[in-house]
Structure formats: C-alpha cells, structure tokens
C-alpha cells in the first residue's frame, strides 16, 4: 500500500499536474495540503474520474486539506472537535484499510514570537492532545503533512543560516518532539538515516536550482505500522516542471 502526501499549494491552479502524476505514481492514497478552495469547487469529479474518493475541508485562498483514497475512507474527522466553523481548515483524518490516516497542514508560524508563531505552538499542543485523547499507540496510525518544521539538521540544506529561523527554531521542534513522543516514527529518516534530501524549495533566490531546501513534509507512524514501511522517497519530479509548487510528495510504501 502506497501513501503519499503533497502540499499542492492550489490544487485546482495544480489539477493539470496533479492528475499526470498520480497517472504514474501508483498510489492507493494522497494527502492534500494548501488546497486554497472552498468544497463547492473542489474537483471531486475529475479525482473520481481518476479513481480516487475524497474527503476533504477547505476555504477560499488559504490552507484546505484533503485525503484522495482509491479505498473506502471511513470514520472521517475534520479539523479538531473543538474548533468551529470559521477554524482554518488544516486537520483532516479518516481510516483507510485499518490504517487511521490523519493529515495536516501545520500553520507556518511567520516570525518567531509573534502571534502567528504563538498560535503554531499552541496548535501543536493541541494535536498532541488530539493524539492522546483518540489514537492508540498500538494500532496502525499515520500522520503525515506539510509540518513546517525542519527536525534535524540532516533537514535544512545550511544549518547556520537556518539556526533559531521560523521552520527550524527551537521552540518549533521541541513542540514537534513532544508530539512525536506520543510515539511517532518517522519513516523517512528510519530507513535513509544518513540522506540530506529536502521537500520545499523557495520560490526566490533560485533555490531550487542550488537545492537549497528543507525536508518539512513528513510521514510519520505509529511504531507497529513503522515495521511494514518497506520505502519512504521524496518524488522530486513535480517540482521541476513549468508553474510547480514549491513542494515535492514524499512516498511511503507498506507491506500490509
């Protein structure tokens, strides 16, 4: 079983790209972030067209997540149950062959200590409290997203121009750590220890042409799902086309 995420940033500016790719990719699911449209527009149809289900949660221009399944997706969730409608739309969550699926687009944070950052570690509180309160450890559960946090120095392409920045400060990661805690595996880093791949690319100053990137797009496991993760990849093909987003898929495979 193949699941994927991918911040899409638009899905409906990237469909053209969107489709050709899962065309080759072979996926039974994909996580969606920054899908930037409102649920009356999102393209439920062309997905279906192309064998995939959906569930998913947005708003105009900013944030929207989505899980495209070509499996049932039963039990879905959105947002945290004590949000309200007028919440950003970042948490959606649904079970897919016993697999409990909950997908993420963990806010940016902007600068350090300003109420946007504030409200990100307050945010990550909350989604280790929405993992203590309805998962359990050992069963299977995936979380995966665009996290907005680098975890290590393997995942910033310059540690000195990235240290105590936004998506690689300390207060950042200690929040993701804590989440992780609750007993996370990331799959990625578990099988390539040593890689120093990225998923984001600034659209400025040419880094994707100098790969000067961060590894932000995680899959992360419950440990007993951790032991039939047989691959974990960054597609990095998306990102070279004409118009891309600044992210690239990251690829978990399992042997279920």
């Known amino acids: 079983m193949k699941i994927a995420t991918w911040n899409v940033n638009s899905i409906n500016v990237r469909m053209p790209q969107l489709l050709g790719w899962l065309e080759t990719a072979d996926l039974d699911v994909l996580c969606l972030q920054e899908t930037k449209t409102v649920d009356e ?43 309200d409608d007028e ?11 016993g697999i409990r699926v909950v997908n993420t687009y963990i806010p940016n944070g902007s600068e350090l200590w300003s109420d946007k950052f504030n409200f990100k570690l307050d945010w990550l509180q909350r989604l280790r409290r929405f993992f203590d309160a309805n998962c359990d450890v050992n069963s299977n559960v995936l979380l995966c997203g665009d996290f907005n946090v680098a975890m290590d120095d393997l995942d910033v392409w310059n540690v000195a121009v990235w240290e105590g920045k936004i998506h690689f400060s300390k207060p950042e990661r200690a929040a993701m750590t804590h989440v992780k805690q609750w007993g996370f595996v990331d799959v990625y880093r578990k099988l390539n220890p040593d890689s120093k791949e990225f998923s984001w690319w600034n659209y400025r100053e040419g880094a994707w042409q100098r790969n000067r990137g961060l590894r932000i797009d995680h899959i992360w496991t419950s440990p007993p799902l951790a032991e039939k993760c047989t691959g974990c990849w960054i597609d990095k093909a998306p990102r070279a086309l004409e118009k891309p987003s600044d992210h690239a898929p990251v690829i978990a495979e399992f042997k279920l």
């Open 41 to 83: 527009n999102f393209p439920t149809l062309e997905l279906k067209a192309a064998g995939f289900d959906s569930a998913f949660m947005g708003q105009k221009s900013y944030n929207g997540v989505a899980i495209i399944s070509k499996h049932e997706i039963k039990d879905v969730q959105k947002n945290f149950l004590d949000d």
């Open 87 to 97: 919440s950003p739309k970042r948490l959606i969550a649904g079970t897919i062959n």
